[in-house]
């Protein structure tokens, strides 16, 4: 009979564990999850931006000069969204939530200017239906020497 302690915590494994680096034991993400991040980080951009543009409206009253700063307010949220969160975690909200991360093409933590060239592709037209090749890697990805792969089981 095992000693564990009937009250702690369940344990989850995701997958970082010794070897979790080597790139022949990382799976890549699947076309499922790989939407469900661009949908929740859609949706958490989105209201991020909405909140920011708010805030800045509300701020600047009538002297706020015009549309073009809230585009622009909400374009620096989106970009600020994915470079701080993949850069300093390796992961979104959308990722964190379907238990995948971002790595380079080797497994290891990718660099902030791989995180800025891979955010930055995402503003090429289209560019969301560059997963649906088969290979399961969008122009973000191969742009920027990175992948999303699979940390839970």
């Known amino acids: 009979m095992s000693a564990q302690n009937p009250y702690e915590a369940p344990r989850v494994d995701v997958n970082l564990s010794a070897g979790a680096d080597d790139p022949a034991m990382l799976k890549n993400a699947s076309l499922g999850a790989r939407f469900l991040n661009w949908l ?3 949706v958490v951009v989105i209201v991020f931006g909405s909140v920011a543009v708010a ?8 002297n706020t000069a015009s ?4 585009n622009v307010v909400a374009i620096a949220v989106m970009v600020g969204y ?3 969160f993949e850069a300093a ?8 939530i379907t238990g995948t991360r971002v790595k380079r093409v080797d497994g290891g933590k990718p660099r902030v200017l791989q995180i800025i060239g891979r955010t930055a592709a995402r503003f090429i037209p289209f560019e969301p ?14 742009m920027s020497g990175t992948r999303v792969v699979r940390v839970r089981r």
């Open 55 to 62: 805030v800045m409206m509300l701020l600047g009253g009538e």
């Open 129 to 142: 239906f560059s997963l649906l090749g088969g290979a399961n890697v969008g122009w973000h990805d191969s």
């Open 40 to 42: 929740i980080d859609d």
């Open 67 to 70: 549309d073009a700063l809230g």
């Open 89 to 96: 975690f390796g992961w979104t909200i959308g990722k964190l």
């Open 82 to 84: 994915y470079v701080v």
